[in-house]
């Protein structure tokens, strides 16, 4: 080998290591940043919890979604839907969610799930232009892997922010990068939240309390309107049309409230908006508003503040939206595979024992918010083996 051969080969290997070294180098720092983006960059809550636990679910088995904000997880209780009525569903609900999360958070489900069913609280329609939230965008965001259809979700969600940004909703390091220090101190609890599920508890939040309000005013159950802007019409339009897409139904709901103030009044005549929108555009509606008494809900024990629900009140409502979605929506009992109906066997258990559990500490006083968590799904299961206990006793 002549010395010019020799020196052009040890040229190319040299390039070889630096290219090979830039290579690893970058995969090193992505794995970093996705780690980072995964587990320090959105704060450890019971809405970014939900949302981990239903990518746990195992696919195809849950039939009917339950999308929206918190009068969806406060309103509704899917271990016990399961046992009264047969159907599997999950609360994809973020608090304060507005109806720009509701597309991008069918495209996440529908990557997993194909849900014969989605009931939509249509509170997320209710806000006006200018109230309109991205931090539930960004909790989407985080539990979807890069893909094009990340990117697509995101591109089409920035344009119905204030401040859009494709570019942050699909890395949203980008966004919260500045939380990460601030975060490291959970993560033992970020990482818990990550090695458990599927949840037993499927979402499960409320508030241990019971406040006490007077009879609802003629004006709660009105059928006014105040006309929507332009841009809510077109997320919404396209949100049905995205579902119809895939063939999804949909059930619009508007969830009971006991109104106190003009904004409660103004939001609750944007939802009689929105059901009317749907219902112009061929979509089922159901107004629980004005089904309040039927229910059987109570203003001086079923609510933990004026907009959502005890357990107490959880049980009434799920009972009555469940008999709707079987009688009149159709759905009928899911069928699942042995280990899947021997979790959601032990998923309405569950439930049994936290309304058991909900009901003492609201009786005793003890007001707490309590969540779908590794500690609550502990909690639970304590108090089922104290029950068992005291029942052979």
């Given at each position: 080998m002549s010395e010019n051969t020799a020196a052009a080969e040890t040229k190319k290997n040299t390039v070889r290591k630096r290219a090979a070294a830039v290579a690893l180098f970058l995969l090193i720092l992505l794995v970093m940043l996705s780690f980072l983006?995964?587990?320090?960059?959105?704060?450890?809550t019971s809405d970014l919890t939900r949302a981990i636990q239903f990518e746990k679910e195992p696919e195809d088995s849950i039939d009917v979604i339950m999308l929206g904000s918190s009068p969806t997880y406060s309103g509704f209780a899917s271990g016990y839907a399961y046992e009264k009525f047969g159907f599997t569903s999950y609360p994809y609900a973020l608090s304060g969610s507005s109806c720009n999360?509701?597309?991008?958070?069918?495209?996440?489900?529908?990557?997993?799930?194909?849900?014969?069913?989605?009931?939509?609280?249509?509170?997320?329609?209710g806000y006006d232009a200018e109230t309109v939230r991205k931090g539930p965008l960004y909790i989407i965001s985080s539990t979807m892997p890069l893909s094009p259809l990340k990117i697509r979700m995101a591109s089409e969600a920035s344009k119905n922010m204030n401040a859009g940004d494709t570019v942050s909703l699909t890395f949203p390091f980008i966004r919260?990068?500045?939380?990460?220090?601030?975060?490291?101190?959970?993560?033992?609890?970020?990482?818990?939240?990550?090695?458990?599920?599927?949840?037993?508890?499927?979402?499960?939040?409320?508030?241990?309390?019971?406040?006490?309000?007077?009879?609802?005013?003629?004006?709660?159950?009105?059928?006014?309107?105040i006309e929507l802007d332009k841009n809510t019409e077109k997320i919404i339009t396209d949100f049905i049309d995205y579902c119809r897409s895939q063939d999804v139904d949909i059930l619009f709901v508007k969830y009971p409230s006991n109104m106190q103030y003009s904004e409660d009044f103004d939001a609750n005549k944007r939802m009689n908006s929105v059901l009317k929108l749907a219902?112009?555009?061929?979509?089922?509606?159901?107004?629980?508003?004005?089904?309040?008494?039927?229910?059987?809900?109570?203003e001086d024990t079923d609510w933990y503040n004026r907009?959502?629900?005890?357990?107490?009140?959880?049980?009434?409502?799920?009972?009555y939206l469940g008999d709707y979605i079987v009688k009149i929506m159709g759905v009928e009992p899911s069928e699942l595979d042995a280990p899947v109906r021997k979790q959601w066997d032990e998923a309405a258990a569950y439930y049994e024992a936290l309304s058991s559990l909900s009901e003492e500490m609201i009786s005793s006083g003890d007001v707490q918010l309590i969540y779908d968590s590794p500690e609550l799904v502990d909690r639970t299961a304590e108090y089922m083996k104290a029950q068992q206990k005291a029942k052979k006793d």
């Open positions: 983006q995964r587990y320090l960059c959105i704060p450890v999360m509701w597309k991008p958070a069918m495209q996440n489900i529908l990557r997993t799930q194909k849900p014969r069913l989605v009931v939509v609280d249509i509170f997320g329609g919260y990068h500045t939380n990460v220090a601030g975060n490291i101190p959970s993560l033992e609890e970020r990482l818990a939240i990550e090695d458990y599920g599927p949840s037993p508890l499927k979402g499960f939040e409320t508030i241990t309390d019971a406040e006490h309000f007077d009879r609802l005013d003629k004006a709660c159950f009105t059928s006014d309107t219902k112009s555009k061929g979509c089922n509606t159901l107004d629980l508003q004005k089904k309040y008494y039927e229910i059987g809900l109570r907009g959502h629900t005890n357990t107490r009140g959880q049980i009434k409502i799920t009972e």
